[in-house]
């Protein structure tokens, strides 16, 4: 709200409506005083009201409409009529145009001042609407985002401006020329569009940016914790001319849109070098482009700050310390696999280690490393680096992936002449890899002289800190998950706050199931049983699944039931003899 003033006429008149007690008053003016956060936030955080009753609450106060920011799509030119920093300033979003009418959406539209200066700037009759404090703080971010790296990138021109300058020159241009996109792809106007989508995407701690091309559209979207935003996005006439600067920067073919490219290429945000690693597929409406951004300051590689718990750790720790063997994470493509295994290569690199890895592509450049990128192309594949890595007489050997009985079988022959071996597969769980193997065509005796340790693991997104809401959970959701029923337990959900950008969550942990190759489960796999069997087992002796993993870290506090059922499977839930 406006002012604390403001905040205190307000509560009277909830506490007189009977919607809240002098006490709850009393708890949130002095929460407000100490975290600075909004009354209205604070109510819902405390669940005292709920949005659509806080909501109708405040439109019936100040006489207007109420509205939710975030449910509309605002043209281009609506939102260019008020100023980045008056918006900011003041929390307002222009949410439509109708006739010479303008419909904004405020925290306060009691505050005439604003509006009369709205009024003066878009030269326009105003319409306010009354929206809440989380809502608003989530479509400025979106519409007019605060970090002072867009700020830079975009001052001097606005955004539509710079498009505005490059529709024009195509238009001049002779379509589809590669000369003329080479040009444009060096010119001002896309090297500063390509630079905002670059930057927002860093902003957001995005992990992909991804620009896909439609008919008459381009679509812009970032993969932030494990899920994909959409954010503005450039018109179609910029599509060419910004995948051809992509290409220039990561070096690939700017004339060739007929197959996919890969590339990569650096830049410096402020103090730190960021990599991306580009892919270019060519789609029916036009070449998609991924962007992976491997922000290096940003992540860290040391096992305990990934998520793992002090047990995890030293039986990871455990198995990496022995002169040979291999070692496999599973999991799906996105679930922090090769992150995990240069956790590993951190804690075990060191002069005396003759360390290599083959990957495809190779996704973190560390120093005192040597790292291999496949090229299919040569015929430099898994199984040809490997041959060569092989005659170097290396301590350690990380394969990117395992992707076939070739690969697999040098993969463990290594591992049983004295070498270490760390890889990655696509399985789901730990048993299923062992599954895998066996489907390959490894020999049972192969695996269990060879594999030391299997983890599976996956990545949920962490509670914000700041804002999360614990409540006991209820009694059908303990019997889901199977827990003592006479306990009482708490969990946490989302609540949203300026610091998570409201969506109540900030980061991701990991969760894992790891399996060591124990006398029994060796015994489990000589005599070729099932998955569930050897799954069964291993519970028994102690092992934790991904679930059961996911709702410790949900009892915790570190993450939500709801984030924890996401990514893990029910199959899960298995009774333990």
């Given amino acids: 709200m406006a002012s604390e003033v403001f905040d205190q006429r307000l509560l009277k008149k909830i506490v007189q409506k009977g919607l809240l007690k002098e006490s709850d008053v009393q708890l949130l003016l002095e929460e407000a005083a100490k975290t600075a956060e909004a009354i209205t936030d604070l109510i819902l955080k405390h669940q005292f009201m709920n949005e659509v009753q806080l909501i109708s609450f405040l439109a019936e106060e100040f006489k207007c409409a109420s509205v939710n920011p975030n449910h509309f799509v605002p043209e281009e030119s609506v939102i260019k009529l008020i100023p980045y920093r008056f918006a900011r300033q003041h929390r307002i979003l222009p949410i439509s145009r109708y006739s010479n009418t303008l419909t904004i959406a405020m925290e306060n539209p009691t505050d005439l001042s604003v509006v009369d200066d709205v009024k003066a700037i878009s030269n326009m009759k105003v319409r306010p609407a009354v929206t809440l404090t989380k809502e608003m703080t989530k479509a400025l971010e979106y519409y007019y985002p605060e970090d002072d790296l867009i700020g830079q990138a975009s001052s001097g021109e606005a955004i539509q401006e710079l498009i505005r300058i490059v529709q024009e020159k195509q238009e001049q241009d002779r ?67 910004l995948v051809s600067r992509f290409k220039v920067m990561s070096q690939l073919n700017i004339a060739e849109r007929r197959i996919p490219q890969d590339g990569r290429f650096k830049i410096k945000v402020q103090d730190r070098e960021v990599d991306i690693r580009v892919s270019i597929l060519p789609t029916t409406f036009g070449e998609k482009v991924c962007l992976r951004i491997l922000d290096r300051k940003a992540q860290s590689h040391r096992m305990e700050d990934l998520g793992f718990s002090p047990k995890e750790v030293q039986e990871i720790v455990n198995s990496s310390l022995n002169p040979h063997g291999m070692i496999l994470v599973t999991g799906p493509t996105g679930s922090g696999k090769t992150t995990t295994l240069y956790s590993i290569l951190s804690f075990l690199d060191s002069p005396e280690k003759n360390i290599t890895t083959v990957e495809d592509p190779v996704e973190y450049e560390v120093d005192g490393i040597n790292q291999v990128n496949v090229r299919e192309s040569i015929n430099l594949t898994f199984p040809a680096a490997l041959r060569s890595i092989l005659r170097q007489d290396p301590d350690i050997i990380l394969i990117g992936e395992i992707r076939d009985l070739t690969t697999m079988d040098i993969a463990i ?61 209820e009694a059908d959701v303990i019997k889901r998950l199977n827990l003592e029923p006479k306990k009482s337990y708490t969990v946490y959900r989302p609540a949203g706050c300026p610091k998570c950008r409201s969506t109540g969550f900030k980061g991701r942990t990991v969760i894992s199931e790891l399996l060591p190759l124990s006398p029994e489960v060796k015994a489990s796999i000589m005599k070729r049983e099932s998955a569930d069997d050897i799954k069964q087992m291993a519970r028994r002796r102690g092992m934790s699944t991904l679930r059961e993993s996911g709702v410790a870290k949900a009892l915790a506090g570190e993450t939500s039931l709801d984030e924890v059922f996401r990514v893990t499977a029910g199959d899960q839930e298995l009774e333990v003899d």
């Fill in 175 to 241: 379509e589809g020329d590669a000369v003329d996109l080479l040009r444009q792809a060096q010119e001002t106007p896309i090297i500063k569009i390509a630079n905002v989508l670059l930057l927002d995407a860093i902003r957001r701690k995005a992990s992909d940016l991804f620009i896909e091309p439609w008919e008459s559209t381009i679509r812009v979207r970032c993969r932030v914790d494990g899920l994909l935003e959409e954010v503005p996005s450039p018109p179609k006439a910029t599509g060419s001319a």
């Fill in 413 to 473: 022959k290594a591992a049983l002449t004295g070498h270490l071996v760390l890889s990655t597969l696509h399985t789901n769980d730990t048993t299923g890899s062992i599954v895998r193997m066996l489907n390959m065509g490894i020999e049972p005796f192969l695996i269990t002289s060879s594999v030391l340790l299997i983890s599976a693991q996956r990545l949920v997104r962490k509670l914000c800190p700041s804002c999360k809401v614990g409540f006991k959970a």
